[in-house]
């Protein structure tokens, strides 16, 4: 993930929950969008400068952090119906490899598997980075932001309402929005 144009981010870094997002959208009766996010997650992502392809990320998120700032919901979206986190406590992420992304150097594309109520499907990442900085306390840091759509059905989710109008309570397609910061550790 390093070229002449960019710092080297050769090294370990830890994803730093305080600063660091991990969200998604979904629209909902066919009008409006979703958001929300987790709020418990950790993850390191391990970076080769000299051989980017060999670069690595994992990530944990606990289920049961689920937020939508609306705890009815929050709490639907915590059963069976949907995440299931009694029964499977964690999402994860793991890399498979790296590959650059089609439009700008700053750009690459996260190849990996997505666990979700125990099932486990590949996905890309697009992810673009943000820069490299000294914060106040003498850390490095890196920031990077990533998307990416799975379709909820492929990960065990199906819960839905027909609407009087047609259409559904819930779309199948969820996005995923990534807001990270991480602390360069080795």
């Known amino acids: 993930m390093t070229d002449t144009a960019q710092p080297d981010l050769t090294g370990t870094w830890t994803l730093d929950p305080a600063h660091s997002r991990i969200g998604f959208s979904v629209r909902h009766a066919m009008v409006a969008t979703v958001r929300g996010s987790f709020e418990k997650f950790s993850g390191t992502i391990v970076i080769d400068g000299t051989e980017p392809a060999a670069s690595k990320a994992e990530v944990t998120v ?36 790296v590959k650059a992304g089609s439009d700008d150097e700053d750009t690459y594309v996260l190849l990996g598997d997505l666990t979700i109520r125990g099932i486990t499907k590949p996905i890309e990442i697009t992810l673009e980075f943000q820069g490299i900085a000294k ?31 047609g259409g559904v309570l819930v779309a199948d397609k969820v996005k995923i929005e990534l807001d990270v910061s991480a602390i360069k550790s080795a």
């Open 135 to 165: 914060d106040p306390f003498g850390n490095t840091r890196a920031g990077f932001e990533g998307r990416a759509a799975i379709n909820r059905k492929d990960f065990g989710v199906n819960f839905n309402a027909p609407l009087e109008t």
């Open 62 to 97: 606990q289920a049961d952090s689920i937020n939508t700032g609306n705890p009815d919901r929050d709490n639907h979206l915590r059963t069976n119906d949907f995440l299931d986190a009694p029964s499977h406590e964690t999402i994860a992420f793991a890399s498979t490899g």
